[in-house]
C-alpha cells in the first residue's frame, strides 16, 4: 500500500531525527537508505550519524499521513519547528527546495562545520605521500597546457591577496636568511659544459644562417612554440637546439604567447 506523508528517520541512541515528506514512504525511505549505505546522501549531518551508529540504530516511520497536494506544506511546519534544534538533523528549511545549488549554508551550520574541523590537518602524512607518489611522473594533456597558460587573471588573485598581505611585514634575521638561502638554491647556473654546448650552438646556427644577432627566425616561432607546448622538450634545449641563450629563449616564449 502506497503511503502519503511526513516521515521521520530516528536516531533511536541520541533521539536525533531527520524530517522528510513523499508521495510514497516506502519509496523513499528506501532511497535513504541506499544512498546512506553507499556513504552518498545529501543530508552529511545524518550521514556522519549513520556512519558512527550504523544501521540498526535508525528507526524510519510514517510520522504524519496527509495528501500530495498538501505535503511541502506541511513538511514546512515541521521544519520551521524544528530546523536549527539539537535534536533535529535537517540542514535547511525551505521544503521546496532542500538542496539548492549555489546556496549557502545557514551560519549556524558553517559555525558547527568550523568548529568541528577547527585545528584538524587538512591531511594527514600517509595522504600527502599517496597523492605525491599519484603525481609523479603525470603530464598534463596539450589541451590542458594551452589553458593554464592563457587563464585569465582572476586566477591571481590569491597571489595578489599574498602580496599585499606581506607589504610592510618584517621579517627576522633567521627568516630573512632562511629566504635567502632558498632563492640561491633555486637559481640554476650553468656549467661549463653546458656553456661550451650553447657556444657551439651559436657558431653552429651561424654556419647553417639560422643566427642573427642573437634572434631566431619568425619561421621557427610555431615549430617552438608547438615543441615546447608538447612538453618533450624544455627551454634550455630549446636554446641549445637554435643557438641562443636561455633567457632569450624564455622572452621568446613569452612573447609568441607559449608561456
Given at each position: ?17 531527520y ?8 519509496r523513499?525511505?528506501s ?15 545524518l550521514?556522519?550519524?549513520?556512519n ?21 506544506r ?15 538533523y ?6 521546496w527546495?532542500?538542496?539548492?545549488p ?22 594527514t602524512?600517509?595522504?600527502?605521500k ?17 589553458k ?21 611585514r618584517v ?19 650553468m656549467n661549463?659544459?653546458?656553456?661550451t ?8 646556427a ?18 617552438i ?5 608538447s ?9 641549445f ?18 608561456q
Open positions: 500500500m502506497v503511503v502519503s506523508g511526513i516521515y521521520r528517520i530516528v536516531n533511536k541512541t541520541n533521539g536525533k531525527f524530517i522528510g515528506s513523499s508521495d510514497n514512504i516506502q523513499r525511505f532511497r535513504h537508505q541506499l544512498d546512506l549505505s553507499k556513504n552518498k546522501h545529501d543530508n552529511q549531518h550521514q556522519n550519524a549513520w558512527k551508529y550504523g544501521k540498526d540504530s535508525f528507526l524510519f516511520e510514517v510520522y504524519r499521513e496527509c495528501s500530495p497536494q498538501v505535503l511541502l506541511e513538511e514546512q511546519k515541521e521544519l520551521n519547528v524544528w530546523v536549527g534544534k539539537d535534536q533535529c535537517n540542514m535547511r528549511k525551505d521544503a527546495c532542500p538542496t539548492a549555489g546556496s549557502k549554508r545557514p551560519s549556524w551550520v558553517v559555525k558547527k562545520y568550523a568548529d568541528a574541523q577547527r585545528g584538524k590537518p587538512r591531511w602524512e600517509e595522504q600527502k599517496q597523492m605525491s607518489i599519484d603525481r609523479t611522473g603525470r603530464q598534463h594533456k596539450l589541451e590542458t597546457i594551452f593554464l597558460k592563457n587563464r585569465p587573471k582572476s586566477c591571481y588573485t590569491g597571489i595578489i591577496k599574498a602580496q599585499q598581505f606581506n607589504v610592510g621579517y627576522s634575521s633567521e627568516h630573512c636568511l632562511n629566504i635567502s638561502d632558498a632563492k640561491k638554491k633555486s637559481e640554476k647556473t661549463e659544459a653546458e656553456r654546448r650553447i657556444s657551439e650552438g651559436v657558431q653552429k651561424v654556419m647553417e644562417g639560422r643566427y642573427h644577432k642573437n634572434k631566431v627566425p619568425k619561421e621557427e616561432y610555431e615549430t612554440c608547438k615543441l615546447y607546448l612538453g618533450t622538450i624544455n627551454k634550455r634545449q630549446l636554446a637546439k637554435y643557438g641562443i641563450t636561455p633567457p632569450s629563449m624564455q622572452k621568446l616564449l613569452q612573447r609568441i604567447g607559449a
